[in-house]
C-alpha cells in the first residue's frame, strides 16, 4: 500500500529536466457521466451529468503532444470512462504510445465491453495497458457506504473478470471515516486477490465535488500533474473546478506545462509549504 505524502518545493528546481516526476503525468478527463453517484465524488460525476466528452481527435492530439515533451504516464479518467463508446480507440492509440492507465469503478466491464477491452490488449505492449479500480474496503460496508449499495460485489467481481484476462490491476483507495480502521483488512483482501502491495494506493476524502468532509486542497498545497477536459488544463485531476485551472486552451499542451514551471518556481522562490501527492 503506498499513501499520499509531502514534497518540499524548494527541493523543486527551476530547471525542467529536474521538475518532480508527478509533472510527467498526463490527466485526461474523458466525459463526466457515470453509472455512479459517489457522495464523495470531486468531479461532481453521476447518472444524468452532462457528458462533456472530450472526443477522440482531441485526446490523440494530446497524446502526441505529451509524448513529445516527456511525459511519461497517460491516465483517462472519468466520470465513468467505459460509458463511451470510443473508449477503446483512445487506449488503443495512446497504450502503443505511452504507459496508460484508465480508471474505473469496474462494474461496466462485462460482456462486450470486456471483450472489446481484451481486444485492445491484444493490440498494444502489455506493460503500458493497466487498469486501476477503485475499491474502498475489504468488505461491502466500508465500499458501500460512499458508493451506494451493492456495489462492492459488482466492482470484485469485476476486478476478478479482468484478472481472468491477465490484465494488471491497480486499486484506488479513498481513506473516509468508515474505512480508515479497516484499511488493514483491505489490505489483506487485495493481497488475497494477488495485487501487490505496489499495487495499491490510499489517498485522504478531499473536501472537492460532492463531499462535505476531508482535506482542504488546492494549487497551494499540491503537487501538480497536468490535467485536461474540454474547458482547458488544470494544475491537478483532484478538481477541475476554476480556482485550479492553468490554461483554457488545450493546446499546444507545452503552453501549459511552462505556466506550471513558472508557478512552481514562484512557490519555491517564496518559501512555499510542503505540497502533497494525491495520485
Not at 28 to 55: E, F, H, M, Q, W
Not at 195 to 223: C, T, W
Request: proline share 5%.
Amino acid at each position: 500500500m503506498t499513501s499520499a505524502e509531502s514534497l518540499d518545493p524548494l527541493s523543486m528546481p527551476n530547471d525542467p529536466t529536474s521538475q518532480p516526476a508527478s509533472l510527467w503525468k498526463l490527466w485526461i478527463y474523458t466525459n463526466y457521466d457515470c453509472n455512479l453517484k459517489c457522495s464523495y465524488c470531486v468531479a461532481k460525476s453521476g447518472p444524468g451529468v452532462p457528458r462533456r466528452a472530450l472526443g477522440l481527435a482531441n485526446v490523440q492530439r494530446l497524446v502526441d503532444e505529451a509524448v513529445g515533451l516527456g511525459f511519461s504516464d497517460v491516465f483517462f479518467t472519468g466520470g465513468e470512462p467505459f460509458i463511451l463508446d470510443d473508449i477503446y480507440e483512445m487506449l488503443a492509440y495512446a497504450a502503443t504510445r505511452i504507459k496508460t492507465t484508465v480508471l474505473t469503478n469496474a462494474m461496466l466491464l462485462r460482456g462486450a465491453r470486456l471483450e472489446r477491452l481484451v481486444s485492445v490488449a491484444e493490440t498494444v505492449p502489455k506493460e503500458n495497458l493497466i487498469v486501476q479500480v477503485s475499491l474502498d474496503g475489504g468488505r461491502p460496508e466500508d465500499h458501500d457506504a460512499y458508493r451506494g449499495k451493492g456495489t462492492w460485489e459488482k466492482t470484485v467481481e469485476g476486478i476478478r473478470s479482468l484478472q481472468e484476462q491477465g490484465f494488471r490491476v491497480r486499486l484506488g483507495t479513498t481513506e473516509t471515516p468508515v474505512n480508515s480502521t479497516h484499511l488493514s483488512k483491505l489490505c489483506e483482501f487485495h493481497r488475497s486477490l494477488g495485487i501487490p502491495d505496489q499495487d495499491h494506493f490510499v489517498r485522504p476524502l478531499a473536501k472537492r465535488g460532492y463531499s462535505r468532509e476531508g482535506l482542504e486542497l488546492d494549487m497551494g498545497n499540491l503537487v501538480p500533474e497536468v490535467t485536461v477536459n474540454l474547458d482547458g488544463v488544470f494544475w491537478h485531476p483532484l478538481s477541475t473546478d476554476g480556482d485550479m485551472q492553468v490554461n483554457r486552451k488545450l493546446f499546444p499542451l507545452a503552453e501549459s506545462v511552462e505556466k506550471i514551471r513558472a508557478q512552481l518556481g514562484v512557490m519555491s522562490q517564496t518559501g512555499q509549504a510542503s505540497l502533497m501527492t494525491f495520485t
